[in-house]
Every structure is written in structure tokens, then in C-alpha cells.
Nanobody, 127 residues
Framework: QVQLVESGGGSVPAGGSLRLSCAAS?????????MAWFRQAPGKERQGVAG???????SYADSVKGRFTISKDNAKNTLYLQMNSLKPEDTAMYYCAAGRYSWLRGGYCSLSFPAYWGQGTQVTVSS
């Protein structure tokens, strides 16, 4: 049974930093698979933030390029999102997801069924 558990969210002032983690259990990263971060703010659609393939190819949404960095530690089976220079518009629930994918573009990883999702971690950035 695959389980993804996010942590690291919190409340920070604008310009601050946070590092999100996503610990994966029962999941084996391999060729053809993507791990990604999505976010959803109240009243808005879910947005792809960043994704990384098994081979390490990364992609970011334009709104976070240069500020966020996605990475993974295969030995720990953990996905990370380093978020710097945070803005109030980054406020959202952040979700980790993983699975086979069709394409990775603009920070959006198009996951195929079955896709695995975490429960989310809240990030709040105050102005």
C-alpha cells in the first residue's frame, strides 16, 4: 500500500522560506514515474507547482521558477520542495503526488491511474 505523507508547512512572512518534505512508503520510483508537488488555494483550481522524473528531469510553474527547488532523496524515498522568497500568493494547501506519468510541463506532472496523493500540508504567507 502506497502512502505519501507531507510535512514542513507553516506560516511565514513574505520573503521567508519553507522546506516541504514528502515521505513515501510502499512506493518504488522507477523509469516512467514522476513525483510532483501541487497546490490548491481556497476557491481556486489545483495547480501544478513542480515535478521531477525518475531520471531527475525537473519542471516548474512559471510563478515559482527561480524561487522553488524540487529534489528527491532516493535512499530515503523522500521528495522535497525548497521554497524561498515566499509571496502571499503562494498561500495554499500543498500536496505531494506520485505515479506513472504521460508528460511533465510547466510544473504539471500528468499522472496516470493509479496516482498516489498525500493528505496535504498548509503553507500560509503573510504580507
Amino acid at each position: 500500500q502506497v502512502q505519501l505523507v507531507e510535512s514542513g508547512g507553516g506560516s511565514v512572512p513574505a520573503g521567508g522560506s519553507l522546506r516541504l518534505s514528502c515521505a513515501a512508503s510502499g512506493y518504488t520510483d522507477s523509469s516512467g514515474y514522476c513525483m510532483a508537488w501541487f497546490r490548491q488555494a481556497p476557491g481556486k483550481e489545483r495547480q501544478g507547482v513542480a515535478g521531477i522524473t525518475y531520471r531527475g528531469t525537473t519542471s516548474y510553474a512559471d510563478s515559482v521558477k527561480g524561487r522553488f527547488t524540487i529534489s528527491k532523496d532516493n535512499a530515503k524515498n523522500t521528495l522535497y520542495l525548497q521554497m524561498n522568497s515566499l509571496k502571499p500568493e503562494d498561500t495554499a494547501m500543498y500536496y505531494c503526488a506520485a505515479g506513472r506519468y504521460s508528460w511533465l510541463r510547466g510544473g504539471y506532472c500528468s499522472l496516470s491511474f493509479p496516482a498516489y496523493w498525500g493528505q496535504g500540508t498548509q503553507v500560509t504567507v503573510s504580507s
